[in-house]
């Protein structure tokens, strides 16, 4: 399998313009890789709907911590929309609600519901758990702001990319677990390219290593810091492949790029909810790399892939 012509381009340009100071991720301490990712994005920034209304909130967490939330929804419809929770990627180590502005504001316009993008706390000053605490606390917020926020929170789906997209599929799981007792139940997960199996190594692992937009060493690296200790990677919240208490969880889309470490696991996380009688799409893009959904500016195909995902969502909501 060959890079997508457009991407081969991009990392060619991106590795001859490489300085001596221009390190990866795990060679740099997480706040140096924090400013890096940072200024990545807007070298990354494709043109994306404007008209949006952008409301910043907080929520206060248990433990009395702040978790910065940014709702997203197209000026044009009015009264109450369906929502989608979203969880940036970056490994639990970086990312932000900037970083993933773009990402929101796509599926806020094609998906014609309102986004809520989650600011979980980073590691490593707060570690696993702790990201997925802050994505119960908002979840559990919701339901008290639905009335003043004009949301719907009988249509409601969870998303998110790479470990965010992990985030999304444990609170996912968890409601199915909790039944009537859960804070919100979705009608969907749309995951793309999730983490799903931290306590091994898979195949893709290994041949897609170096030279693909995200390195396996840089996942170690992640792992390293999120996780509290060792046996954290076997815990089903780090590793959600590790669970077999998958049946009746809402129906999933998982997103995955065919030239990503992480293929094997997201193929395999797939195949166990498919087992457990969930229903899946799948859907598999060859040529791409991790991180798709910020490659806008560089790939033409992304925005194809912005309005396959936007169906779905779509699809789900009107169910």
Known sequence: MSLHPDL????????????????????????????????????????????????????????GGAVPVRLYRARQYEGALPLLVYFHGGGYVVG????????????????????????????????????????????????????ALQLDLARVAFAGDSVGATIATVLATQA??????????????????????ASRRSASMELFAEGYLLESQTLEWFYQHY??????????????????KLSNVAPACIALAGLDPLLDEGRAYARRLQEQGVPVTLREY??????????????????????????DLRQAFER
Not at 45 to 52: A, C, I, K, S, Y
Not at 176 to 197: F, I, K, M, S
């Open 8 to 63: 081969a381009d991009f990392l060619d340009l991106a590795e001859e313009s490489r300085g001596p100071l221009d390190l990866p991720f795990h060679q740099q301490t997480p706040e140096q890789a924090r400013a890096a990712f940072e200024q990545t994005t807007q070298q990354l920034r494709w043109p994306v709907e404007q008209r949006l209304d952008c409301q910043e909130l907080t929520v206060t967490s248990r433990d």
């Open 96 to 147: 932000s609600l900037d970083s993933h502005d773009g990402v929101c504001r796509e599926f806020a316009a094609g998906g014609q519901c309102a986004v809520l993008s989650v600011g979980y706390r980073l590691a490593p000053e707060h570690r696993f758990p702790q990201p997925l605490l802050d994505g119960e606390d908002v979840l559990a917020w919701l339901p008290g702001q639905a009335r």
């Open 176 to 197: 199915a677990q909790a039944g009537p007792d859960a804070a919100l139940q979705p009608r969907l997960q749309l995951l793309c390219y999730p983490v799903t199996d």
């Open 227 to 244: 996780q509290s200790a060792a046996q954290d990677r076997c815990d089903w919240r780090f590793s959600p492949l590790l669970t077999d």
């Open 286 to 311: 060859p040529g791409l790399t991790h991180d798709f959904l910020r490659l806008g500016s560089v790939v033409g195909q992304v925005t194809d892939i912005y309005t396959q995902l936007c169906a």
